[in-house]
Structure formats: structure tokens, C-alpha cells
């Protein structure tokens, strides 16, 4: 009974829905696109260094990394990122709805992809690296516009419902 009262205060707190609408509006709109981009390029650029010359990871701030490579191998990861890359790329190459949610889950993706990558150099510690507070940052950085993404997304789907009456989801006016 307590389960949709934690979600949605975790949504609330995470996704910053406790900010007015203005704030919220003045937070994202303008920095999504810039942040999408900044995450599929770092997809790419991952993707790519690993599919030409794994070496970098052998080194000793990415010693973190020989769980992840020991799992798949270094060209499935390499797979993974330049796939990753991709999926972000055709979230922003429209406006539509389904590219909007592309583009949001890419976002979260993403968040994901970087807070593991984190967790990777703080394997690598001593020493301290910056690459753990760099990917950290662009892990939340990214989970906060994928939120922004979905729940904008969200309005738009309830704005829609309201003036066909709420006919597309079975509700009755």
C-alpha cells in the first residue's frame, strides 16, 4: 500500500518535480539537447577507442575495468557504446513523441552507463582520479534531463488525453 506513495515521492525528489514549472522549464528546456549530445558522444567516443585498441583499459586507472571486460569481452563493450551511441542519435533527430521517449530512455540509459563507469575508476582507487567525479556528475547530469525528458513526455500524453476526453486511455470524462 506504501509502494505508489515511495515512488512517487522518489520521482518528486529525483526528477526535481517539487520545482515550479518556471524553474523547471528554465533548467532543461534549453540543456537537454546540449546534454543528449555530450552523451552520445561519449558513447561514441567509448565505443570507438575500445573497438580500436582496448590497451586503455590495461592501464592503471582503469585496473577498475577488468570486471567489466572479464564479463563480455572488450568488443561486445565496444558494441554496447557505439549501439548505445546510436540509440541517443535517433532520439534527437525528431520531435515526435516516440523519439522524445527515445531520446529520454537514452538519457537514463546513459546515467546508468556512467555512474558503472565511476564506480569503475573508484575500483581503480588509490589513486584519486577525476574521471570519478567526472563521470558521477554527468551520470546525475543526465538521469535529471532523462527525468525532465519522461515527465515533460508524461504532460504532454495527459494535455492530449484531456481534450480527447480521455478516449485513448479508456478514461471516461
Not at 540543456?31 to 586503455?56: Q, S, Y
Not at 546525475?140 to 515533460?152: D, I, Q, R
Request: hydrophobic content about 50%; proline content about 3%; charged content about 15%.
Amino acid at each position: 500500500m506504501m509502494r505508489p506513495q515511495i515512488e512517487r515521492t522518489f520521482r518528486l525528489v529525483l526528477g526535481l518535480s517539487f520545482l515550479p514549472e518556471r524553474m523547471r522549464r528554465w533548467l532543461f528546456d534549453k540543456g537537454t539537447r546540449a546534454i543528449e549530445v555530450l552523451n552520445a558522444t561519449i558513447f561514441a567516443i567509448w565505443g570507438t577507442v575500445l573497438l580500436i585498441d582496448g590497451r586503455m583499459v590495461q592501464t592503471e586507472h582503469y585496473k577498475g575495468f577488468a570486471v567489466f571486460e572479464a564479463i563480455f569481452g572488450r568488443k561486445a563493450w565496444a558494441c554496447a557504446f557505439l549501439a548505445c551511441a546510436a540509440f541517443a542519435v535517433l532520439g534527437m533527430l525528431c520531435d515526435a513523441r516516440r523519439c522524445k521517449v527515445l531520446g529520454g530512455y537514452a538519457l537514463l540509459l546513459g546515467a546508468l552507463t556512467w555512474a558503472l563507469l565511476a564506480m569503475g575508476f573508484v575500483a581503480a582507487y588509490p589513486p584519486v582520479n577525476t574521471a570519478m567525479f567526472v563521470y558521477a556528475a554527468i551520470s546525475v547530469m543526465c538521469f535529471l534531463s532523462g527525468e525532465h525528458v519522461m515527465h515533460t513526455v508524461r504532460q504532454e500524453d495527459a494535455a492530449n488525453n484531456k481534450k480527447q476526453g480521455g478516449e485513448a486511455c479508456g478514461q471516461t470524462p
